[in-house]
């Protein structure tokens, strides 16, 4: 090759790399013992100073895409470049065009050869000596990589192609000024293009420096990291912690789950007959879903209360009583747990650190007040109401802190949403109903908003169609629930026009101002020392609604110190009030401004007979502010352990922002009692319905439900919000069973059995007649345990 200024006669000639290897190949052919190139690599760069290095100022500066830019390129360009701090890219510096902007791809080092086995994008690399036109780097030379795995081997730097490649770059002798456009490395074979002549290399002497190749993990090794991911990640870390509290809170519920309900045993047993009838009946006879065993004749007598059908699945596993009482147990945690999470997605979602959020689960679910609910499943199976709202927050891609973030929407997480919140309605009206109205309002404010935004901009605000179905499809599942649910209900008040509730029926139930610092009795920490304020409360069970001092203190840390903007501080301090408010019921200038018209103009909101449970809303207002003012205060404790030197402060520092979780949760510590269910009657496992259990009345009628969950025979028994007037007659009427006047009736009911408990007969009619001979009414009569069986 020949080095110098094109044109002007100065070449002269410079040994090239390509030329030491072709010497060596043919020294090799010709049988001569072959040595491994002793001259470095820096000797070699020293011997040619005039040859400008690789992609540094040779004959074509290499672009940043790797082609090289044609131009004239002296040997003193390189001195030039060298001069001016440019660094030369030599083979004694361990440099590869790769370092320096060219392209050269790595191809896989298999079977030890010494040259890649993909061809260059071009023309061949120029055979005898022939000058290379411009020196460019051949994109797709293999050399590379053998050039990265001999860097510690004099034998690899004067022999492997890559050099070759090298110094056609750099070569000087390109005299029309085009650029060469690839080199050939060397072919499949491993076979050394030199001289017009192709000798064999033998692969076996580079094996030592080709990169192993990476073994494949195994399907049991890939699971077991796709576990541990799962295992590690914040949402299954939550749902666990959840869990374990929500076991932890509510025990001993779980000591004894077959034999022991928690707070007390009568509408927890009726709540219990509620998820074991509609498992049962969906599996054997769909169509008779509302048309329930107990209250015998009644109709549609499934919907005389808040029904929990969305727990009928678990109501498919296991029958009988003990069953019954051990999947009330079961949901009873769970509940605990999918509200503690619930509340966590909804204030992480909207912004909130892990542990503001935390504290938003944990104030929203063992809040004081929900502890004197502690026999209302239907009240603490509230989870759905801040997971479908951080569902639906997530698909629309918005948050409180970040506002709307169109390129984060994703309608799957709509539809799941929307589904959520079927689910949620369908355990019951009586928290339901709230959050179905709160979430057509959403939805009325959100378009509002979103045309004032669009008229105000003169732009489109990006939304989508498939968003917008899914909003469609989700409302109108959420609606069909809806109304699936209440035409039970309106048939019940047509039936059963008493049933309604009046505004004096609310005023019993609505409670005072102080009820919202006063505690229940079951409440660890506060129930001893607000026992006296409980007793100036007309009905404390639903009046004591205190949700928490602690979480008073950071609510209002929250409206100073706090990671939203001023005016959602201000939005969600007036969802508080504006919920305290209508919890109050009629105690609020008799609730002229806020439930009466409630009360008067929504359908439905008449069969809502306890305002106070709406501070089920006010509590998780106040947990959004609480966890704002917790989340600005860790990242603050994070910044600042940041910037301490030496940080031995932050560990502790860090520690101090679990404070407040703890408070939170300590305040929700509960001495909520647990006794021991009624045994079912041995008369009741043999008796053939219908029949009627006597003595009958609100409290053992929901004993009767749950023991009837054996076989579920018809009862003429039944517990529920309101009391049937043909039940009120029965129970009149059976006062003097057994008589003539009393079988008759009975048996024009259609009442074939009759079961008098023994041990509940002290003080009533029947502790005299319980023994009296029955044979001259045409009626028998068996003892059958604890008991006396009437077969009429």
């Known amino acids: ?87 030369q890219d030599t083979p004694a510096e361990h440099s590869t065009t790769a370092k320096q902007g060219t392209t050269a791809k790595q191809d896989d080092a298999e079977g030890g050869t010494a040259a890649g086995d993909r061809t260059a994008k071009g023309t061949d690399a120029p055979k005898d000596d022939a000058p290379a036109k411009n020196g460019s780097a051949a994109k797709n ?113 779980l000591r004894y789950p077959r034999y022991t309900l928690p707070q007390d045993y009568w509408d927890p047993s009726l709540q ?43 109501g498919m596993l296991g029958s009988g009583p003990e069953d019954a009482v051990l999947r009330y147990n079961i949901m009873f945690v769970l509940a605990h747990a999918l509200a503690t999470f619930g509340a966590y997605a909804l204030a992480r979602q909207l912004g909130a650190g892990r542990i503001g959020a935390a504290v938003a689960g944990v104030s929203y679910t063992y809040a004081p007040w929900l502890l004197a609910q502690a026999g209302h499943l239907h009240v603490l199976s509230n989870g759905g109401i801040p997971l479908a709202l951080a569902m639906l927050a997530r698909g629309h891609g918005w948050s409180l802190r970040h506002g709307y973030r169109p390129e984060r929407r994703h309608d799957g997480w709509v539809y799941a949403g929307w589904l959520v919140a079927a689910w949620q309605l369908s355990l019951g009206f009586g928290i339901g109903l709230p959050f179905a109205y709160f979430l057509a309002g959403a939805v009325l404010v959100a378009a509002v908003f979103f045309y004032a935004r669009r008229l105000r901009t003169g732009q489109a605000v990006p939304f989508g169609r498939r968003l917008f179905a899914a909003d469609v499809l989700g409302g109108v599942l959420f609606a069909g629930v809806g109304l699936l649910m209440a035409v039970p209900f309106f048939k019940v008040t047509e039936l059963h026009p008493y049933a309604e509730r009046t505004i004096g029926d609310i005023s ?56 939203w903007r001023l005016r959602h ?87 101090a922002t679990l404070l407040p979780l703890l408070l939170v949760t300590v305040e929700g510590l509960n001495t909520t009692p647990h006794p021991v269910v009624p045994t079912q009657p041995a008369a009741m496992r043999s008796a053939q319905g219908p029949l009627l259990v006597l003595p009958s009345n609100q409290s053992l009628d929901q004993h009767v439900m749950l023991w009837s969950t054996d076989g579920f025979p018809d009862v003429v028994n039944g517990g529920s919000g309101f009391t049937p007037r043909q039940l009120d007659d029965v129970r009149r009427v059976s006062q003097s069973f057994p008589d003539r006047t009393s079988v008759d009736y009975l048996r024009t009911l259609g009442v074939r059995t009759v079961v008098l408990l023994r041990g509940q007969v002290v003080g009533t009619p029947w502790e005299i007649s319980i023994d009296a001979p029955v044979e001259s009414l045409g009626i028998s009569r068996q003892d059958v345990g604890d008991a006396v069986v009437y077969r009429l």
């Open 141 to 253: 030379s293999g050399a590379a990589k053998n050039g990265e795995a001999a860097k510690d081997s004099s034998a690899a730097k004067n022999s492997s192609a890559a050099k070759n490649s090298e110094a056609a770059k750099g070569s000087d002798a390109a005299k029309d000024g085009e650029a060469a456009k690839g080199a050939k490395a060397g072919d499949a074979a491993g076979t050394d293009k030199a001289d017009g002549e192709v000798k064999p290399v033998g692969p076996e002497r580079w094996e030592a420096f080709a990169s192993a190749p990476e073994p494949r993990p195994s399907i049991v090794t890939r699971v077991g990291r796709a576990v541990g991911r799962f295992l590690i990640h914040e949402w299954t870390l939550a749902a666990l912690g959840a869990l374990a509290l929500a076991v932890l809170m509510t025990w001993p519920t």
């Open 1 to 87: 090759m020949t080095s110098g200024q094109p044109g002007t006669g100065n070449a002269r000639p410079i040994p090239t790399v390509a030329d030491a290897q072709s010497r060596t190949a043919t020294t090799a052919a010709a049988g001569a013992p072959t040595q491994p190139a002793r001259t470095s690599d820096k000797t070699l760069a020293e011997a040619t100073p005039d040859q400008p290095a690789p992609g540094d100022g040779g004959t074509a500066g290499a672009a940043p895409n790797g082609d090289a830019e044609a131009g004239p390129a002296t040997s003193g360009s390189a001195r030039d470049a060298a001069r001016h701090g440019d660094k």
């Open 508 to 563: 019993l139930f609505s409670p005072p101002a102080t009820g919202f610092v006063t505690a229940p009795a079951e409440s660890r920490i506060w129930g001893g020392l607000h026992e006296g304020a409980r007793a100036a409360l007309p009905w404390h069970p639903e009046m004591t609604l205190l949700p928490g001092f602690v979480l008073y203190a950071l609510a209002a840390g929250g409206l100073i110190f706090s990671v």
């Open 569 to 655: 501080r201000l939005l969600l301090l007036a969802g508080v009030l504006v919920t305290m408010a209508f919890a109050m019921g009629t105690r609020f200038f008799d609730g002229t401004f806020t439930y009466v018209p409630l009360f008067e103009h929504l359908p439905g909101w008449s069969g809502l007979r306890t305002p106070g449970r709406l501070m089920l809303w006010t509590t998780l207002l106040l947990g959004l502010l609480a966890a704002g003012a917790v989340t600005a205060l860790t990242d603050r404790v994070r910044e600042l352990t940041a910037q301490r030197i030496p940080s031995w402060p932050g560990p502790w520092l860090r520690m």
């Open 272 to 314: 219990a007959w509620q998820m074991a009838w509609s498992g049962h009946i969906l599996l054997a006879d769909p169509a008779r879903l509302w048309q329930s065993n107990t209250f015998f004749p009644e109709l549609w007598s499934f919907a005389f209360s808040d029904t929990l059908l969305g727990y009928a699945p678990a």
